[in-house]
């Protein structure tokens, strides 16, 4: 039998972009540091993931300020909401197809 993998997105292979995306599937949005401390990860190794999920349009970015001090936020996109959910039900598929082997 041979089990398709296509439809698993690459952009989610790594575990802190999932971790990331899975925070913002289920909160309006989260500040860095609270995502940070929540995937337990170094401020540039956060900042490079996000990055990198910001440039295929999966998280969006909202920057104000608290008082004086800047604040910034991430919320998942539309697009990205459906990327990681087309991800999720492949990730399902794939272990529902890999238990018939």
Partial sequence: MNISINKLHKAFESRIRL????ALA???S???N???????VTDGNLASH?????????????KSFIGKK??????ITNLGKRAFNEHLEALENYIK???SI
């Fill in 50 to 62: 996000i990055k990198a999920l910001e440039k295929e349009e999966f998280i969006g970015v909202e």
């Fill in 97 to 99: 197809s890999s238990r």
């Fill in 30 to 32: 989260l500040d860095f």
């Fill in 19 to 22: 971790g990331i995306m899975s």
């Fill in 26 to 28: 289920v909160n309006d």
């Fill in 70 to 75: 800047p604040n910034t936020r991430y919320f």
């Fill in 34 to 40: 609270s995502l940070k401390d929540y995937l337990e």
